[in-house]
């Protein structure tokens, strides 16, 4: 497991610092012009998505083949990539926490309104696309996944506007869909556990 | 030790326009086994199959002496495998690819791998996108070479190739198998270059083995008989196994050279090549 991670760390080494970078400005710009917490969301989300790239990088580049006759189990190959997930979607929920925190200090008016909620948000999106996009990316080709990764937020988006318009509390309307979607996420690991090593690899 | 590192028996996988069909050979320990065949004949199929790659419909592996199915991370961990065109992300580098695999494999020897990447000339800092497909042949190779493996299995790992890269990875190959328990499952349709490293030959033709045989059988035993029309009438069809009509003259293939000699004295019996008899049967007609 230690050695899959690593290589995925090698993967998007490049990539992450960049994406730290532009995080940390947009950040800021956002702290003017919405609230800060926004960055939360789009943190936990981009930094999660880059999963789903190693998986397109570990197809293409043969690595998948290889990896296929590693001494690992493939249940192994198949929680690296849900572990790797959580580990970049929680750093980008903390990273985003930290930058919102930062700019809203850094504004005249604190502005700590609706934090728990974008918390919320940003959990629920990370878990509902996830749970679609690691399957599918062991699963589909490279343009399938390319329009699952287009679709999966817009119905993360409505999941997400339906629980609000249906519980009349926003807060736990949010607190709901976020739950639902770390269950959707398990179900999701304990199915890709079971099923994806049944399938051909080539 | 065990007598065969790679048993394959009657393995077979369907798909809706391929079957490979009753598939059976051994790699004895201590030698290189090439499998030949024609592009789409189902070498590619065997060798995923035999990895776990694709799940068989029927049939039975057995690598090291144990089944597929049961085989544990330790048993996995003496399999060397390389593939056709990349095997690793261009991003990583020889050096990080050591750090990777040092993690992975339980009995990694880095001090073998770096001596591997000086002795072929690999940078361990230059990124894997950078390099020619040569080189990340040999970088292939070389990783396989380096977590005590005992039984290699190559999918046309020299194909692509120019002659002076394929001859360097077949030495490497020899040296891998001067050890009696390293062996070596090789497919390509280089025929040269099973002809020049492999000690058995099998056969593969529209997913069928057609004969699995010892080189040396081929080359010393098989001849193929050149004759014009006439002399080729008179030779018994049962001694044949295919023949083909040339431009301006009869070629026909036989398993015993000597014999044909001795039989037609005034035809012309030259030794055949592996490329010839693969040639013959896919190509050939036959009785």
């Known amino acids: ?202 | 030790m065990c007598e065969n590192a790679l048993v394959v028996n009657g393995l077979t996988k369907k798909y809706r326009d391929f079957t490979l069909d009753n598939v059976s050979f051994t790699v004895p320990s201590g030698s290189i086994v090439g499998l030949i065949g024609e592009n789409g004949a189902g070498k590619s199929t065997t060798i995923n199959a035999i990895l776990g790659l694709i799940h068989k419909d029927g049939g039975s592996v057995e690598i090291l002496g144990q089944p597929d199915e049961t085989m544990d991370n330790q048993a996995r961990s003496q399999i060397g495998v390389v593939f056709d065109g990349n095997n690793f992300p261009d991003m990583l580098s020889p050096g990080k690819l050591n750090r990777v695999f040092r993690d992975i494999y339980p009995q990694w020897d880095e001090q073998r791998y770096f001596s591997l990447l000086e002795k072929m000339n690999l940078p361990a800092g230059k990124k894997i996108g950078k390099c020619s497909k040569g080189m990340k042949m040999k970088l292939s190779i070389a990783a396989a070479f380096c977590h005590q493996s005992r039984l290699l299995i190559l999918d046309e790992a020299t194909s692509g190739l120019d002659p002076v890269v394929r001859d360097d990875i077949l030495d490497m190959f020899l040296d891998f198998v001067q050890d009696e328990n390293h062996s070596i499952l090789v497919s390509s349709h280089i025929t040269s270059d099973l002809e020049k490293a492999a000690d058995y030959i099998v056969f593969i033709h529209e997913g069928q083995v057609i004969f699995s045989k010892a080189k040396d059988e081929l080359r010393y035993k098989y001849g193929v008989i050149r004759c014009g029309a006439a002399q080729f009438d008179a030779i018994d069809k049962e001694e044949i196994i295919a023949w083909r009509k040339q431009d301006y003259e009869w070629e026909a293939l036989v398993a015993d050279r000597e014999a044909a000699r001795r039989k037609y004295p005034k035809a012309v019996i030259d030794p055949a090549t592996i490329d010839e008899i693969m040639l013959f049967y896919v190509k050939g007609e036959r009785k």
């Open chain 1, 1 to 202: 497991m230690k050695g899959l991670l690593r290589k995925d760390y090698y993967l998007i080494q490049s990539v992450l610092y960049i994406m730290l970078l532009v995080l940390a400005v947009i950040g800021i710009s956002m702290s003017y012009l919405t609230t800060p917490w926004v960055l939360t969301v789009i943190s936990t989300i981009v930094l999660g998505m880059i999963t789903t790239t190693t998986i397109n990088i570990d197809r293409s580049s043969g690595w998948r083949k290889v990896s296929a006759v590693l001494p690992v189990s493939k249940q192994t190959l198949i929680d690296s990539k849900y572990l790797l997930y959580l580990l970049l979607s929680g750093t980008g929920l903390l990273l985003g926490i930290l930058l919102g925190a930062g700019a809203s200090l850094l504004k005249t008016r604190p502005d700590d309104e609706g934090v728990l909620i974008y918390i919320c948000i940003s959990i629920a999106l990370a878990m509902i696309s996830g749970s679609l996009t690691i399957p599918c990316g062991f699963l589909l080709g490279e343009d399938k996944n390319t329009l699952v990764m287009i679709l999966v937020y817009p119905l993360a988006a409505a999941i997400f506007i339906a629980a609000v318009l249906l519980f009349p509390n926003k807060e736990i309307a949010c607190a709901a869909v976020a739950a639902a979607g770390i269950l959707l996420f398990i179900l999701s690991w304990i199915i890709a556990r079971r099923w994806i090593p049944s399938r051909d690899l080539v």
